[in-house]
């Protein structure tokens, strides 16, 4: 059976999620892991280990390294990537860039307001995670970029309305990454390979992927 969505709102934000598991957002951020193996247990004098010393040592030696620090506003560039529409239904890929010179994470899922042309919020309805017709169904793991690297994440909407249903257009988005303390403007639907134009989410509806590594195939 389904489990039930759960709505937060966050300033003018309705968020859905569903039972997906532990999420990172700026309403529900959480630490992220130390990327590594398993800490192997330390040796006490006269115990017994099976696993070979120079192993032991390189797994320890992993286990504290620390986690790149959450990537912040200041650390990155987000553009539209990659465009697609079907039965009424329309996916963008954007592309977070890390301009720093230093490497950064991220973990999570963005928190995004949609803005018209003259950048006031219009209703906004976030559902995180899987579901919806472009099912964002990829895990929740920690990002890291390293200095020019790239991240990806993915948005998808209705764009014909159901009746008494409006779908205002929103050539702008603010975006919060996720764990950052400050949000990024961009403009969306511009330029060459953006057929689509601006966002048009009937309702305000709009499904949120976790940032990923890799391209989503929209």
Known sequence: MRAALRTFVIGAIVVQVGALGPLSSAAHASAAPAVGVPRAQDRQAGSRSDTPSGQTRTRSLLSRAPAAPTCQATHLSIAQDRTSGATGHIGIELRLHNVSPQ?????????IDLLDGSRRPLLTVLRWGPGGFFNFNRPVRLVTLAPGGN??????????????????????????????????????????????????????HLSVSAVEPTHFML
């Open 103 to 111: 490497p950064c994470s991220l973990k999570g899922f963005a928190t």
């Open 151 to 204: 991240a990806y994440m993915a948005l998808g909407w209705t764009h014909i309305p159901t009746p008494g249903q409006s779908c205002p257009r929103a050539p702008n988005l603010l975006i919060l990454p996720p764990g950052a303390s400050s949000a990024l403007l961009i403009a969306v639907g511009h330029g060459a390979g953006h057929a689509y134009g601006a966002v048009d989410a009937c309702g305000g």
